[in-house]
């Protein structure tokens, strides 16, 4: 990736910090001073998202290094399990505010204010919509795994907030007095908790699979390199093409295992050919990649 791309992505992650960082604080802030645990949630959950992006940005920057002495097969583990150390904490903050609200509903309820509360989960909605919609088109024109972790997490957000609004709409509107108003916050918290778990949990259980390396390309993407190399050889049966290819984060690992027999010859320029078709494809899926071409000389 040219050095201009790679400016973009961490401007990108920096950017996001900050914004998230805004929406943390003033939520905290809003939460302590209407009582709201729906505010709470939300405000507690920008505050862990920006702490999780300030070390995307270091994640970003160090998976993209090449191969050293020190580290031979560069850092292509440290995306798959920051995702997973993002995923456990939110999954924490979500069991915890869910078992605070549970207790809240059955202990009588709690009336917060609602309309400072209320103001900001409309503004919110509005500015984190905005971001969710930027991150999904950058992620559209420069794909990263970090970029569409932060367009998950804004769009998640974004739908807490709308739905916030609409419940704290309805309590401002019911009045403090009225027998259902007490039971609002902690519903909605409860209801947001249950859908915001699923995010996380799917983070974690994809990237553990990335890091026991199972997280296979798709069998199209497999068959067409299989069909290019044996129609580009011409002397190589598809049968003869073993090829594996798993995610590692952003890296694709393309192993290629070619059986050649003693009436086959390969030249030089042919096992090029091989290697440069090869790059053509996989270089069209993802600009991460690492490919090992091997030939097996088996007995007949």
Not at 76 to 82: A, K
Not at 143 to 168: H, K, M, R
Request: with cysteine; proline share 5%; glycine share 4%.
């Amino acid at each position: 990736m040219h050095q201009r791309q790679l400016l973009t992505e961490l401007n990108i992650l920096r950017f996001s910090v900050l914004l998230e960082l805004f929406f943390g604080i003033t939520g905290v802030l809003v939460a302590l001073y209407s009582g709201s645990q729906a505010v709470l949630l939300d405000g507690s959950y920008s505050l862990i998202c920006t702490l999780t992006m300030m070390a995307n940005v270091r994640v970003s920057q160090l998976v993209k290094q090449p191969p050293s002495i020190e580290n031979p097969y560069g850092h292509p583990t440290l995306e798959p399990m920051m995702l997973i150390l993002e995923g456990l904490i939110l999954l924490g903050l979500c069991i915890t505010l869910m078992a605070a609200s549970t207790y809240k509903l059955f202990t009588g309820g709690y009336t917060p204010e609602f309309d400072l509360a209320l103001g900001y989960e409309i503004f919110s909605t509005i500015i984190g919509g905005a971001a969710a919609t930027a991150f999904f088109l950058l992620n559209r024109s420069r794909p990263s795994p970090l970029i569409y972790f932060e367009f998950q997490e804004w769009l998640v957000d974004t739908a807490v907030s709308a739905a916030a609004a609409a419940a704290f709409s309805i309590a401002y509107l019911l009045g403090s007095d009225h027998p259902v108003t007490p039971y609002i916050d902690s519903s909605l918290t409860l209801s947001l908790v249950l859908i915001l778990t699923l995010l996380p949990l799917k983070t974690v259980l994809k990237n553990i699979k990335q890091l026991l390396l199972q997280d296979s390309a798709s069998p199209k993407l497999i068959e067409k390199v299989i069909d290019a190399i044996s129609k580009q050889n011409g002397i190589i049966p598809r049968q003869n093409i073993h090829i594996s290819m798993i995610w590692l984060g952003r890296w694709l690992w393309v192993n290629i295992d070619i059986e050649v027999y003693n009436n086959t010859h390969l030249d030089r320029e042919e096992l090029k050919s091989i290697s440069n078709i090869t790059e053509s494809i996989v270089s069209s899926v993802c600009k991460f990649y690492r490919l090992k071409l091997s030939f097996n000389f088996p007995e007949k």
